[in-house]
């Protein structure tokens, strides 16, 4: 078998596509989780802790030297950063569980009921005449 014929076998699995489809989606959503937090969340949650930009948080570890630029520690980022996760991790846990719902009202729809066999047609009308006469008499 061709190396280019093994790989299109490979990469034509449904497992392979499926899984392409979910990063592409993901990183997709990842953007607007993103900007979610950065332009709706922070602004407020600054405007609460005093007008503070959570992105402006850093540490001057080393000022800058002639050429040498500054070794700062931007820890400000790192906290976006965990609320970014957060809300993410979040809005992942509220999808799986709507999910999971859904998957649990499917198999516990009962089946529709089976129709009768003909024995049961038969003895049903059999019953129905017997009240039938015994109505009469």
Same mark, same amino acid.
């Given at each position: @078998?061709? @190396?280019?014929?093994?790989?299109?076998?490979?990469? %034509?699995?449904?497992?392979?596509?499926?899984?392409?489809?979910?990063?592409?989606?993901?990183?997709?959503?990842?953007?607007?989780?993103?900007? &979610?937090?950065?332009?709706?969340? %922070?602004?407020?949650?600054?405007?609460?802790?005093?007008?503070?930009?959570?992105?402006?948080?850093?540490?001057?570890?080393?000022?800058?030297?002639?050429?040498?630029?500054?070794?700062? @520690?931007?820890?400000?980022?790192?906290?976006?950063?965990?609320?970014?996760?957060?809300?993410?991790?979040?809005?992942?846990?509220?999808?799986?569980?709507?999910? !999971?719902?859904? !998957?649990?009202?499917?198999?516990?729809?009962?089946?529709?009921?089976?129709?009768?066999?003909?024995?049961?047609?038969?003895?049903?009308?059999?019953?129905?005449? &017997?009240?039938?006469? !015994?109505?009469?008499?």
């Amino acid at each position: @078998m061709s @190396m280019l014929k093994e790989f299109r076998e490979f990469a %034509m699995r449904g497992n392979v596509v499926d899984l392409a489809v979910g990063v592409i989606i993901g990183a997709a959503f990842g953007k607007i989780v993103s900007s &979610l937090v950065a332009d709706i969340i %922070m602004p407020p949650l600054g405007l609460l802790i005093g007008g503070v930009d959570f992105k402006q948080f850093a540490l001057t570890l080393r000022p800058a030297v002639g050429d040498i630029p500054a070794v700062v @520690m931007h820890y400000g980022i790192f906290i976006q950063n965990i609320f970014d996760f957060v809300i993410v991790a979040f809005a992942i846990f509220l999808a799986i569980k709507a999910i !999971n719902q859904l !998957n649990r009202k499917k198999v516990e729809e009962p089946a529709a009921p089976a129709a009768p066999s003909k024995e049961e047609v038969l003895l049903s009308e059999i019953r129905d005449l &017997l009240k039938q006469q !015994n109505e009469r008499i």
